[in-house]
């Protein structure tokens, strides 16, 4: 499987169900079997995960990605075995973070709920080529995670304004807002993934959907028998 195809969800799902270590090997750079240099990607995207496991206290080190043609069977089997020499050195997840099981499940859980509004959030950095490797190791900072977390955006919509139009309903990608015809709708903040469709569906005349940020209070939805739209 092409590196491209690594999702940010794998990495922080591993950890979640306790992965001591995470290693991602893939084709050398500039050798793209598929012409899509998937690699250059999967660079970019361990780079962020490594700079957001920091921030959420996991040592970096234990996410590690590395570059060999199929042919370098030794090269491979040197990396994984430095690979995981520095894992036994670091100890079982948690143990050197000074961190609990369910610590870590919860912090991954926020992280994993995010990543398509960082995906979205990310995307020209997620995109680029750069040509220095070591100038990956500075793409991104702690202080544009720590704001990245911080400034992330929840939907709402406001009930007093919704028109029961059903546009953002159809369009959401992942079905997180319930609701019909003459029926207030409501998004389900477990279901949503933050990728701002229904804000930029919702018609200006109505203007429903509202942002709020993530660490801000969500108001409570709409009682159930409240939400019907008497025209």
């Known amino acids: 499987m092409c590196t491209g195809r690594v999702d940010m969800s794998f990495i922080f799902r591993a950890f979640a169900n306790g ?59 040197e990396f ?9 050195s670091l100890g079982p997840l948690g143990k050197n973070e000074g961190l609990e099981d369910t610590e870590i499940k919860s912090r991954m859980a926020e992280v994993q709920k995010l990543i398509p509004y960082i995906k979205i959030v990310k995307n020209e950095k997620l995109s680029s080529r750069l040509d220095k490797l070591e100038d990956y190791r500075n793409l991104y900072t702690i202080d544009e995670i720590e704001k990245l977390f911080k400034e992330a955006i929840v939907y709402y919509i406001d009930p007093t304004k919704c028109q029961a139009c059903m546009i953002c309903a159809r369009k959401c990608p992942v079905e997180a807002i319930s609701g019909g015809k003459n029926r ?45 739209i008497t025209r």
């Open 19 to 77: 992965a001591d270590g995470v290693f991602i090997g893939g084709c050398r750079l500039n050798e793209c079997n598929y012409t899509t240099h998937g690699n250059y990607h999967a660079l970019n995207m361990v780079h962020l995960c490594k700079k957001i496991l920091e921030y959420k206290g996991i040592n970096p080190e234990r996410l590690r990605i590395e570059f060999m043609s199929s042919g370098e069977g030794i090269l491979f089997a």
């Open 80 to 88: 994984i075995n430095d690979f995981v020499r520095k894992i036994k």
């Open 184 to 228: 207030i709708h409501v998004i389900d903040q477990d279901k949503c993934i933050r990728c701002g469709t229904c804000f930029a569906s919702c018609p200006p005349r109505f203007g429903a959907i509202k942002k709020i940020l993530a660490s801000e209070p969500i108001p409570a939805p709409i009682p159930e028998e409240q939400r019907t």
